[in-house]
């Protein structure tokens, strides 16, 4: 059993940056992939990163390549999601959850994750 807390959300210019966190409670946290994932008001939930259990591979949605970077410390049982050059676009409630089962590499279907935080805010004003 995985429980995840989101936090670092909020309210940012467009150009800026934010780090989210997600920490996790749980000794099996490093046997996880994990995953981001948004939502935005009316839209159906996407997938933005996720990493693998023991974050030597790493995938990103095209809409945020080169400007989101997903990271892991299982010392601490958290992982990160570094958003650099925010876009209004970027604007939706962030998710992180774990993978449904333990050694697998993440994918980008939300359906396959067993576990989720209850989300931060993120809003880009332009």
């Known amino acids: 059993q995985v429980q995840l807390v989101e936090s670092g959300g909020g309210l940012v210019q467009a150009g800026g940056s934010l780090r989210l966190s997600c920490a996790a409670s749980?000794?099996?946290?490093?046997?996880?992939?994990m995953g981001w994932f948004r939502q935005a008001p009316g839209k159906e939930r996407e997938f933005v990163a996720a990493?693998?259990?023991?974050?030597?591979?790493?995938s990103n949605a095209d809409s945020v390549k080169g400007r989101f970077t997903i990271s892991r410390d299982n010392a601490k049982n958290t992982v990160y999601l570094q958003m650099n050059s925010l876009k209004p676009e970027d604007t939706a409630v962030y998710y992180c959850?774990?993978?449904?089962?333990?050694?697998?590499?993440?994918?980008?279907?939300?359906?396959?994750?067993?576990?989720w935080g209850q989300g931060t805010q993120v809003t880009v004003s332009s």
């Open positions: 959850a774990a993978y449904l089962r333990r050694y697998y590499s993440a994918t980008q279907n939300p359906h396959e994750y067993g576990y």
């Open positions: 990493i693998s259990w023991n974050g030597g591979s790493s």
């Open positions: 749980g000794r099996t946290f490093s046997t996880y992939s």
